[in-house]
């Protein structure tokens, strides 16, 4: 008897209708909103500014992210999806920060200097095989740039000593939220999305069902959070088309007006936590 090939399966098809039926309306739109940003990302810029070439980066991450988001829904993994929900906060901010202030896009730009050097320092300490491996030459160029770029990320107490900040800019994240009016979404999805991301006794919570067992995790898939991720994940992919569209002074298509008819009307009847 000839084998037969296994067939392999990645999620929980089961809930592939299941989750569909229950947003139809959101899966209705999904594509005009992909086929926008996609039509904004992919066009041919030229020339291209600095924060418009950062701009496009986060704008892509967004658009990878929601597509992961949206996956992980549709097998029943919403708690997954809601972690993806945090970075896409983060892209959104990031990209409307820049926008309104592109003066700042160069402190974006060489903190790489800053992570690359400390990922460095970690490779000889920690796997001292592995950087004996790297070429000298690129060993050297980053102590250059990280030397270059330090003193941009520094500041003086008021003791005149120098300090070195943790972070690419001045204003933390809940600061930045609150210049490009994202304060709202910071409010609603970061706290609860950072506890499912660092798995505090808060973010085990909102994995907890008592009635399946009061001693264990409740084991997905099941809708649970779906509809905030999925909510979510729409307001973040149409703010990041509207700061695409202002940075490139580019309308979408389709445009804006009817995208964001279309997030009102999808989730206006929907009570969101």
């Not at 829904?73 to 990031?94: H, P, T």
């Not at 790489?112 to 460095?120: Q, R, V």
């Not at 008819?261 to 989730?267: L, N, Q, S």
């Given at each position: ?54 701009i496009l980066g986060l704008a892509s991450l967004s658009m990878i992210s929601m597509v992961e988001l949206v996956t992980l829904v549709g097998n029943g993994l919403a708690q997954g999806g ?15 920060y820049l926008r309104r202030n592109p003066e700042e896009v160069d402190a974006f730009i060489e903190w790489y200097w800053i992570g690359h050097y400390k990922e460095l320092n970690y490779m ?150």
């Amino acid at each position: 008897m000839p084998d037969v090939p296994m067939r392999i399966v990645f999620g929980h098809p089961e809930m592939w209708d299941k989750v569909h039926h229950q947003y139809h309306d959101f899966f209705t739109v999904l594509p005009k909103l992909q086929d926008a940003l996609n039509g904004l990302v992919n066009a041919a810029y030229d020339p291209i500014t600095r924060p418009q070439r950062a701009i496009l980066g986060l704008a892509s991450l967004s658009m990878i992210s929601m597509v992961e988001l949206v996956t992980l829904v549709g097998n029943g993994l919403a708690q997954g999806g809601m972690k993806i929900l945090r970075s896409m906060l983060e892209y959104g901010i990031n990209a409307e920060y820049l926008r309104r202030n592109p003066e700042e896009v160069d402190a974006f730009i060489e903190w790489y200097w800053i992570g690359h050097y400390k990922e460095l320092n970690y490779m000889r300490d920690h796997m001292p095989a592995a950087y004996a491996r790297l070429a000298p030459k690129d060993i050297a160029e980053s102590e250059k740039e990280y030397n270059r770029v330090k003193p941009r990320f520094e500041y003086e107490t008021r003791a005149g000593k120098r300090k070195f900040r943790n972070r690419w800019c001045r204003p933390d994240l809940p600061e930045r939220a609150k210049r490009t009016d994202f304060t709202v979404y910071y409010d609603r999805t970061y706290s609860l999305t950072s506890d499912l991301l660092h798995g505090s006794v808060a973010g085990m919570v909102l994995h907890y069902e008592p009635k399946e067992d009061p001693d264990r995790l409740a084991v997905p898939p099941s809708l649970k959070w779906s509809k905030e991720a999925l909510f979510g994940g729409h307001a973040m992919a149409l703010r990041m088309a509207d700061t695409f569209s202002k940075a490139f002074g580019v309308e979408s298509n389709p445009p804006y007006a009817e995208l964001e008819g279309d997030y009102k009307t999808v989730w206006a009847k929907k009570e969101i936590a």
